[in-house]
């Protein structure tokens, strides 16, 4: 029962921590000799970016993937043209 009991808490805090990790883009990249293009892209503001690129070789930029948004309407479109039943 106790193995049980315990199996569940386990269970249950994994849910949990789930729940709360979703994939996103942040909006600032730290770029660096190491790191390639366009970085390590974990910041949501500037100044974490910038003090955690201070005192090394390392630079911030915005990143690329949330630079200019998505095209509007480019979901809104239709994958083919339907021919009409006439």
């Not at 729940?19 to 660096?32: E, F, G, H, K, N």
């Not at 390392?58 to 095209?71: L, Q, S, V, Y």
Request: hydrophobic share 30%.
């Amino acid at each position: 029962m106790r193995y049980l009991a315990m199996g569940l808490i386990a269970l249950l805090i994994a849910a949990v921590s789930a729940i709360d990790a979703q994939a996103r883009d942040y909006p600032y990249c730290l770029t660096s000799p190491g790191y390639g293009y366009p970085g390590e892209c974990s910041y949501s503001t500037y100044a974490q970016c910038r003090a955690s690129a201070s005192g090394r070789r390392a630079d911030c930029i915005i990143n690329p993937r949330t630079a200019f948004g998505p095209r509007p309407g480019y979901r809104d479109q239709p994958r083919y043209y339907r021919q009409p039943n006439w």
